[in-house]
């Protein structure tokens, strides 16, 4: 292996610290309103070890929904390419992409033949440097089924797990990132599938975090993602942890309001074209926003959910300079500004539902993507089930940058580990064990993980 300090030694994140750069010719060209081009910045900063790398790590994405990656890196000024992506759906937004004249989407999988993971046969796997996924979190999540392990969607996670095992000890995977419900690690199940994913690949420093996205942007929603690291990625194995994931104040993003998201210019909803009971609702909220705004003066817009009603238990609440969770369907939410919450609607500066594409931007992709899809249901639908641009960028940047500082992930591409330096990189193995009684023990983890 090569010294690690003799690769970006002195490579350390710090999206403010980077100098500014233009953005990439594909993000000039968008077609982008209100402030959108403000996150359109942020997004490019907190690229800088993607072009520290001068491109795009290869990456398995099961699960992969709009493709965090795909925008990350576009917005980042590197060419992104598919190399190993599987979804279920979406077969609509990545032809539509296509057709627009989106590269490197030639591997995108989709569809309930070719985009499931379940089917998948692992052999045929491309070595891939990270692992990325979402995998339905419907089974654990308050607002889903919440039937764990007896849900059969939660064998898509499984299936996930066991391709982080495959790409391990293929010796190429140096990093995964899978996000999903905050109460996931909670259920046993997953508990189960953690303890087995520390056995087989014992070389890898895993931890699971939980973080609510109102910490990065203006989006009350928390989820949880388990992060894994290669051990010689490490700056310091003897150190406890992984790299932390990334700060609002580092990634830029603290300065990125509600009113960054929307729209300017979009048309109030007269209330007569509501239904009764969200008239009603409608009455009760703006009650409740007058009161929080002299509590409050400071706050700009409210966030309701419309279809609850403010008054039960399981009723709706009144969200402040951000938005409620994003779901695939449930609740409409309702915008209300702040400064005149006592005017008449036609004068207030937001008296209307979020936009479509407003549900897009607060998940980091461009607004644009609603068009890439035959109806309004589907698109909520997607923004509802796609992980967060800049939570994802915050939770894996500083493993890459580790890699990067530690000659593991370079420029060139690739740098595949043998068997046998895998098995270095176990401290539980003994170091008087022979090659050969190594290459054995290892050979009977992989048959049991396969």
């Not at 990545?94 to 989407?105: I, K, N, P, V």
């Not at 949880?224 to 932390?244: F, H, K, N, Q, S």
């Not at 980091?364 to 698109?379: I, L, T, V």
């Not at 089930?385 to 890459?400: E, I, K, Y």
Request: with cysteine; glycine share 8%; aromatic share 6%.
């Amino acid at each position: 292996m090569k010294d690690k300090h003799d690769h970006a030694a002195a490579f350390v994140f710090s999206a403010r610290a980077s100098c500014p750069r233009p953005l990439s010719t594909s993000v000039q060209n968008a077609s982008v309103t209100g402030m959108w081009a403000e996150f359109l910045q942020v997004l490019h900063r907190t690229g800088r070890i993607l072009r520290f790398l001068g491109r795009c790590p290869t990456a398995a994405e099961p699960c992969v929904g709009l493709g965090g990656l795909r925008a990350w890196a576009e917005a980042s000024g590197v060419p992104y390419k598919a190399h190993e992506c599987y979804d279920l759906e979406l077969q609509d937004f990545y032809g539509s992409l296509q057709a627009r004249g989106a590269r490197g989407l030639e591997k995108v999988h989709t569809g309930p033949e070719e985009g499931d993971v379940q089917r998948l046969h692992f052999s045929k796997l491309m070595d891939c440097e990270i692992l990325l996924s979402g995998p339905p979190c419907q089974p654990f999540c308050k607002g889903g089924a919440r039937k764990g392990s007896s849900d059969c969607r939660s064998d898509v996670l499984e299936s996930v797990v066991s391709m982080v095992m495959e790409l391990a000890w293929r010796g190429s995977l140096v990093a995964f990132v899978i996000e999903n419900s905050s109460a996931l690690p909670s259920h046993e199940y997953f508990k189960e599938l953690l303890r087995r994913l520390e056995c087989t690949v014992p070389f890898f420093r895993m931890e699971v975090v939980r973080r609510n996205l109102k910490d990065l942007v203006p989006h009350q929603r928390e989820r949880a993602w388990l992060r894994g690291l290669r051990t010689d990625c490490l700056d310091d194995v003897t150190v406890p942890g992984l790299p932390p994931a990334a700060s609002a104040m580092e990634m830029g993003t603290d300065k990125l309001t509600l009113e960054s998201y929307l729209e300017e210019g979009a048309p109030p909803a007269d209330p007569a074209t509501l239904t009764t009971i969200m008239q009603a609702n409608l009455s009760l909220y703006k009650d409740l926003c007058a009161k929080a705004h002299k509590a409050s003066p400071h706050v700009r817009v409210f966030a309701v959910e419309l279809d609850r009603n403010p008054l039960k238990n399981y009723g709706g609440c009144v969200s402040e300079d951000c938005i409620p969770p994003l779901r695939t369907g449930g609740p409409k939410v309702f915008l209300l500004s702040a400064a005149d919450i006592g005017k008449c609607w036609k004068q207030m500066k937001y008296h209307r539902f979020l936009l479509v594409s407003e549900r897009f931007a607060l998940q980091g992709h461009s607004p644009e993507s609603a068009q890439d899809f035959r109806g309004k249901s589907a698109a909520v639908k997607a923004a509802g089930n796609a992980f967060n641009v800049l939570a994802m960028a915050s939770m894996l940047t500083p493993l890459l940058e580790s890699a990067a500082r530690n000659g593991v992930l370079q420029r060139g591409g690739i740098v595949k580990r043998t068997t046998a330096e895998l098995l270095q990189l176990d401290n539980s193995f003994q170091p008087q064990q022979s090659q050969q009684d190594q290459e054995r023990v290892c050979a009977g983890k992989r048959k049991r993980a396969g």
